[in-house]
């Protein structure tokens, strides 16, 4: 990423900041990379592992609560809304 990207936007650079360009085509092609990796890595790598935790945490409320019931609560609504269905 760093090699295709930084000569093209430190050319474009050059002409708006001067001197500064460098530096400032060094900044952006790094929060580049770093947006496209964390887009990358959330919709690929952790939306699995989020659901897996979710999933997991619900269960274990559901096995070990007092206060919730042994069973799902869409069955609980269900229960409530058959009379009215």
Known sequence: MFAFTYLPQATV????NGPLAALTAILLVL????TIFSVLSKSF????????????????????SRCF?????????????????
Do not use: C, K, M, Q
């Open 13 to 16: 650079l050059t002409i708006f």
């Open 31 to 34: 929060g580049e990379s770093s």
């Open 45 to 64: 790598l952790i939306g699995d592992a989020l659901i897996d935790t979710f999933d997991g945490v619900r269960n274990l409320i559901y096995t070990y």
């Open 69 to 85: 019931p042994p069973h799902p609560p869409v069955i609980e609504l269900t229960r409530v809304l058959d009379p009215y269905v």
